[in-house]
Every structure is written in C-alpha cells, then in structure tokens.
C-alpha cells in the first residue's frame, strides 16, 4: 500500500520548501531522490514514469518541490537561485537520511536539479549512489566539473538541440568511464522533438527503459 507524506522546510531566506516521500515498503532500506528542474516538476513525464519505475521496485521516493518559478524569487539572479537550491537540498536531505537505515541510492536530477546534485553527491553516504543527469547544465563550471570527475555510476541524457548542450563537453564527458552518455539528435531541453509527439514518446520510453535497466 502507498504511503505518501508531504512535509515542508525552511529553506533559503526561510522560504517553505515543500517535499514529498513515497514508500510502499516498511523500513525500505533504498531510496531514490528527486531533484526536478525549475518548470519540469515531478509531475512531468520523466519523472512520472520515474517514479511509478522506483516504487515497483520497492524504493522509497523522495520529491523535492521546490518553486523557483515562484514569484516570491523573481528578484533572484541565476547564481542566488544555485545558492538556494543547493541549500534547500541539504535541508531536506538532512531531515530524511537523519536516523534512517538507507542503503541504496538513486539520485535523479533535472536541469536546474543538477546544481544541488553536483554538490550532493560528495556526501560520504551517497559514495555508491548512483546519479542520473537529466539534461545537466552543462554549461555551468561545477556541474560539468563535478560530472567529469564523478566516480558515481551515472547516466546522462542530452539532446543536441538543448540550450544546454556544448559538443565538447560532452564529448569531454565520454572520458570518465562511469557515466554512459546519450546523446540524442534533435531533441530539446524537455528530451522532447520540436512538432513531433509521437517520436518524443519514443524517446522518453527509451530514457525510462535505460534508468530501469542502469
């Protein structure tokens, strides 16, 4: 049976920074943690099915809903909203993993999430975690950075007509043998053709096929 608990934190400037842990198991000793993007929430497709995926194979789900299309952050310059995120994040993690018995770790982040992902990763918990970037912002020094050197397990999915996407970075990216990239032709930043329903379904049910098999 489901069991859904939706809690929020203070976060960054005390703002409510709502989460959400999904179990069908008790005392599940795996989770898998939900780092959405800035308008791709986890009620998106990607993690939709994600999500579906994680619970059937008795993980624990964790969803960070931060808001950051809010207008409460409007005023917020790019660096200060990685700032936030990067310190919502770290709330809600150390309120979950606080005495839990959590072994297994997925860790999948979206776009803006993989700001707070690049930083968590260097827990000493989540040294096994395994990390699928979705669409990472490649673009910023300390996600690259942090993707290059990982020595996580990791998936990255991209498309090479993503505002995000620089050829030689993730080209650069192919070097480190724990992350398999996909590149894939033609899609956006949604993993998602442009006009093109029917082949953008076929894309998210190989992205989905991948994590289920990663």
């Known amino acids: 049976m489901l069991k859904t608990n939706?809690?929020?934190?203070k976060g960054y400037k005390e703002m409510n920074i709502p989460y959400t842990l999904l179990s069908v198991e008790e005392n599940s000793k795996n989770l898998s943690i939900f780092l959405p993007g800035a308008g791709y929430t986890v009620r998106s497709p990607l993690f939709h099915y994600s999500n579906d995926l994680?619970?059937?194979k008795g993980f624990d789900v964790l969803q960070v809903n931060y808001q950051y299309n809010d207008e409460v952050?409007?005023?917020f310059n790019m660096e200060?909203?990685?700032e936030a995120i990067k310190y919502d994040v770290r709330t809600v993690l150390d309120i979950i993993l606080k005495d839990t018995s959590y072994e297994n770790?997925?860790?999948i982040g979206k776009s803006l999430g993989t700001i707070a992902m690049s930083s968590e990763l260097s827990r000493d918990i989540f040294k096994e975690a395994k990390a699928v970037w979705l669409t990472p912002l490649i673009q910023r020094d300390d996600v690259f950075d942090a993707m290059v050197s990982s020595t996580n397990r990791g998936l990255c999915f991209i498309g090479d007509n993503d505002h995000c996407y620089i050829e030689e970075r993730v080209n650069q990216l192919a070097n480190n043998p724990k992350i398999v990239a996909r590149l894939i032709?033609?899609?956006d930043h949604s993993l998602e053709y442009e006009?093109?329903?029917v082949e953008s379904i076929e894309v998210l049910k190989s992205v989905i096929d991948d994590i289920k098999n990663f």
């Open 6 to 9: 939706t809690e929020s934190v």
């Open 195 to 197: 006009n093109n329903t």
């Open 73 to 75: 952050y409007a005023k």
């Open 185 to 187: 032709p033609n899609v």
């Open 54 to 56: 994680f619970l059937n």
């Open 80 to 82: 200060e909203i990685s």
């Open 105 to 107: 770790f997925y860790i």
